[in-house]
């Protein structure tokens, strides 16, 4: 798979399929990459040119000196964008992933097409209580050093920076929400380890937002379900939005109606001769009764 020489990194992607760009970013975490999106990559690439960028210190993509942040992210997949794709974007993220692809439709609106934000918070809060607490485990530290340029020596390092980066990012805004200008679908599970009530406010922020609330799945439901999930995704991606038959947060204005013209007065109509009485049916048989 290629890399993308970019101003700050040396970025790996993968890259299939055909069709509009579609780019996709996986969960954060050291030994975390794209390897993570595999069941939703494949079935987007049969419907579009998917893309998917491995940041910094995750997977096949080296760390970068200093700490590490949502911002620093998102600027590289910006320059991603830019260098590899040229054209804007239809963006998905997930978890970490989703924060960095919010962060990209505020720093550059021009490059994001439609925008899902999958089991992600817009504010380090929005985690539910002791998510983020305790060590990683083991598992990560073997995937990590499976594919990682700096090697498994290198692990606590990152488990390092991005524990601090948690442990002060993300802090949008409610304000910050509502500047988003594109279409956006919020999905959350409905066992997440993002609280249910904060996506929720994520979807009543965001402007031109639709909310899909995932049963039965927990901070995995990409992988949990990935049937429901891809599906959820691809029409959101590919259709536009059904006219709704009693909305109420998508309400247009309503407009006055005009006056209603008094109806001239109906003349009376003629008695009606009642009807010869109709003899009451038989009752029906058992066998009928059971049919």
Known sequence: ???????????????????DPCVLLHPGGAGV??????????????????????QRAHGRTPDVAGPASYELMAADTIAFIETVIGAPVHLLGCSDGAVVALVVALRRPDLVRRLVLAAGVFHRDGWAK???????????????GELSPDGIGHYGVVVAKLAAMHAREPALTHADLRSVGCRTLV??????????????????????????????????????KPGLCNLLIT??????????????RRAAPTRLAAPIRQAAPVRQAAPVRQAAPVRRAAPRTQAARES
Do not use: C, N
């Open 1 to 19: 798979m290629p890399t993308a020489e970019l101003p700050a990194v040396a970025m790996w992607y993968d890259e299939r399929g055909h069709g």
């Open 33 to 54: 990459d794209s390897r993570a999106l595999g069941a939703t990559l494949e079935v987007l690439a049969e419907a579009f040119r998917v893309y998917a960028p491995e």
């Open 130 to 144: 002791g998510v983020l607490d305790g060590e990683p485990p083991d598992f990560l530290e073997r995937s990590y």
């Open 187 to 224: 999905m959350v599970a409905d066992d997440d380890e993002v609280r249910l009530e904060h996506a929720i406010e994520a979807y009543r922020s965001l402007p031109d937002a639709e909310l899909a609330v995932v049963p039965g799945t927990s901070h995995g439901l990409l992988v949990e």
């Open 235 to 248: 029409e959101f991606l590919t259709k536009d939005p059904v006219t709704t038959f009693a909305p109420i």
